[in-house]
């Protein structure tokens, strides 16, 4: 690397990914090489994979495949436009009312992802006068979402609803809006959002509910309605965001709600209003993997049979997984450097689980994040468990 001259006017990001450098945080892309299986192939290797969120392995699953195909054969590779030009397509709005639908919601709106789902609706329906209470362990989209809106933030303490009440007491003479918002799945630990009692709290306080399902959808609830679902609070949360990109295998997110919430955000969220809308491909795909889910339920239930396996043998080896309830599966190490070393070790053994450190999660708490799917067979876990014991031996991370 030449040394970049100090009046280059992007020095100073040099500077700090130097500083990544230093503190073992930088990182290069992998590249896959295959499609996203439970075995891919990435950078030379065949390796298990353990660091998608193809919960259900419909990424590339022929149905989907097939789906993709024939609607670019019908109606072509683009779109052409944002959905409020011409970039509405009849299966847009076919895929909304499914989803519609199936979360049992009078109506839905589809976004390009997940992250804009939720910054365009956090960021469209507050404002400066209003108020947002939200999980100190809440997404960047949602954080995002919350700065754009130029409304008040309050954090309350990681699945705290005792904590949110606190706020929201404390916030009884202000005027504005107030918007409860939790994640139901915390994608860094896999724990579950204690919803049922964020429900009550925001009943009680007269508080909008919002959550955001990204790890819940395909996952939790039958046939993988999401938390809603889960805890059997439909009709209480008022916005109930989902992504496309994770167990449904493709690309986007989702709103559901009310019709006159779903009007609004055909109106005002930005994403939806200044950016092109998703192509046929991606459209008929999700549309697929919604058929799948009510079709065939026993994919989740695999997910979930994995999920108790893989646990049950990385608890037997002596490994801390946390809080997790979910297929998320987070094994703590410490540092940073260690995890992202120990993630490296993996690779080079088989086994991809991305290292995750500070500030992605609190410092001290460095982790290899693993996350098994319902496509992964009991010998695919089998071997993952035998890696990550043996590696961890080798590196002092257990006791050899
Ligand atoms: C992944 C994720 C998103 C973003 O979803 P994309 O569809 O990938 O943009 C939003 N919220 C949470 C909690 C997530 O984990």
Known sequence: MTAPSPSHPLSFL????NELRASGSFFRLRELESACEPVSRADGREVINLASNNYLGLANHPKL??????????????????RTITGTMAMHMELERKIAAFKHTEACVVFQSGFTANAGTVSSILGPEDHIISDELNHASIIDGCRLSRAKIHVFRHRDAAHAAEVLVGLKESKGNKLLITDGV?????DIGPLPQLVEVAEKHGAIMMIDDAHSSGVLGRNGRGTVDHFGLHGRVQIQVGTLSKAIGVLGGY???SRDLVDYLYHRARPFLFSTSHPPAVTAACSTAFDLLVEEPERIERLWENTRYFKAALRDNGFDSGASETPI?????????TAHEYSAALFEEGLWATGIGFPTVPKGKARIRAIVTAAHTKDHLDRAVEILTRVARRLSILPS
């Open 65 to 82: 495949k097939e789906a993709a195909l024939e609607a670019v054969r019908k109606y072509g590779a683009g779109t052409g436009a944002v």
């Open 186 to 190: 915390f994608s860094m630990d896999g």
């Open 329 to 337: 599966t987070p094994i703590i190490v410490g540092e940073a450097r």
């Open 14 to 17: 040099t500077d700090q990914l």
């Open 255 to 257: 709103v559901c709600g």
